[in-house]
Each structure stands twice: as structure tokens, then as C-alpha cells.
């Protein structure tokens, strides 16, 4: 039989209130995110809108990870 007393641990911190996003966007700034948006035109910076060409894929020889 155990005779001393289990130590409890000390209750949890209240919640925390809830704060709302500050997502409220300047019009200059949506000006700008579509006009980036647009310049994309589909691809991306580094590929452009027409990908990459298989063979520049491939290293013309066969190799295993770590080797």
C-alpha cells in the first residue's frame, strides 16, 4: 500500500482569446499580386510556360541514390 500522496500537476493556462487575421488588402497591393499573377502567364520563373525538354532530363547514364 502506498501511503504518501501522488503529486498532482498545476491546472493548464487559460485559452488564449481569439485575435482576427489583418487580412484586409490595400488596393495597390491587389494591383500588384494580379499583375505578378499575370506575368507568370502559366509557367513558372524557371521552366516558362513550356516546361523542360525530355532529354534534358535525362544524364545519359543509369545511377543509384548514394552511389
Do not use: F, H, W, Y
Not at 500500500?1 to 484586409?24: F, L, Y
Amino acid at each position: 500500500m502506498c501511503m504518501s500522496t501522488p503529486s498532482v500537476p498545476p491546472p493548464p493556462p487559460p485559452p488564449q482569446e481569439i485575435k482576427q487575421p489583418d487580412n484586409a488588402v490595400k488596393p495597390a497591393d491587389a494591383m500588384r499580386q494580379r499583375r505578378n499573377a499575370a506575368a507568370m502567364g502559366g509557367g513558372s520563373l524557371l521552366t516558362g510556360p513550356a516546361g523542360v525538354a525530355s532529354g534534358a532530363l535525362s544524364t545519359g547514364k543509369n545511377t543509384l541514390l548514394g552511389g
